[in-house]
C-alpha cells in the first residue's frame, strides 16, 4: 500500500449560500479521468473508480481531517498553522457521476477565513487528498509501471482508496485536472531518479516538458527552503568567530585560527591590524587585554583548557 497526495484544480469549489457563508463543497477526486503520473510507482496513465471510495466513506462517515495544503507549505515542508483543521466535514463524502463529492464547514480561524476569502475570489479553485492505495489494476508490478516499447503508457485503475484527509490547495490551472504526486522524501528522491532516467532524449516532447517543469518547481522550492539555514550557519560562524578572537585577546593567547592560515595571510594581520575573513581591527581587542578581567593564572588555566578541547 502506498501513501500518495492527489490534487486536482476544479471550478465546482464553491461556498453554499445562506446560513453564516462558510460551509464549502467541493470535488475531492474526479472518477474515470486518465492523468498522466511519474511517481515512485513508475510512469503511466491514472485514473479513479466510481466505487474507489465506498468502504472508507462506510468505514469513517466523516471523520476525515480537513486541512489546508495537507498542513504544508508551499514548499512541501510542514506548516505549523496549516497542521491545524481549517474545517470539519458536515456530510459524509458521497460519489456522484463525477466524483467525490464533499461537503465541509469552516471554523472561524485567521487561516480559514483567509481560504475562504480566496475561495470568493476566485484565487483557489483546486481541491485534493490524501491517503492510501489499497487496491489497483493492474497491480504495481516489481520495478514499477513502465511504458511499453512504442511509448504506450499503462492505464492504472484506483479500484480502492483509504482516504485519511482532503482540502483545499492553491494549485496552478490546467486544462485538465493535474494529479501531483507523492511528496515525502523517500518518493521524490524515486522521482527524481526516474524522471532523470526518463529524459534522456535530446528533444523533449510536450507531455515531458510539462513533467520536467513540474520537476524544476519542487527544486526551487528546496532550495528556497535551505537559503535561509545556509544564510544562518554563515552567521552563527561569523559569531563564534569573533567570539574565538575576543577570549583569545582576553587570555593574551594566539588564535588557534591564525596557526591554519599561510605566510600570506599573516603577513596581512602583521601590518593591518585584522584578522583574515573579519573587520575587527586588533587595536579595537587593546582595552579587553588589558582589562584586568582575569589573572595571570586563570590566563594559563583557560589557555590549556581551550588547546585541549
Known sequence: MTTFVRSFDLLDISIRSGGDGRTVEAYAAVFDTPTEIVDRQGHYREQIARTAFAKTISDRGTRFGVLYNHGMTLHGTPSDM????IGVPVEAPRADAKGLV???????????????????????????????????????????????SDGALQLVTRTEIAMSEYGPTPIPAYDVPMVVGVRNR??????????????????????????????????????ASIDPIVSALCSADMALDAAQMVVSAMLAVPDPDLDEVDEADTTAVMSSGRRPGTGTPAAALEPLVHSGGLTPANRAATARILRSA
Not at 496549516?82 to 483543521?85: D, I, L
Not at 527524481?192 to 526551487?220: C, G, I, K, Y
Open 82 to 85: 496549516g497542521s491545524v483543521p
Open 102 to 148: 464533499t461537503v465541509s464547514r469552516y471554523n472561524r480561524s485567521a487561516l480559514a477565513d483567509s481560504v475562504l476569502e480566496s475561495i470568493r475570489n476566485g484565487d483557489i479553485t483546486g481541491q485534493s487528498f490524501s491517503g492510501r492505495w489499497i487496491a489497483s489494476t493492474p497491480a504495481s508490478p516489481r520495478g514499477g509501471y513502465r511504458a511499453a
Open 186 to 223: 523517500a518518493e521524490r528522491a524515486g522521482q527524481l531518479a526516474q524522471v532523470r532516467r526518463h529524459f534522456t532524449r535530446a528533444t523533449l516532447t510536450a507531455d515531458e516538458s510539462t513533467s520536467l517543469a513540474f520537476l524544476l518547481s519542487m527544486l526551487a522550492g528546496a532550495d
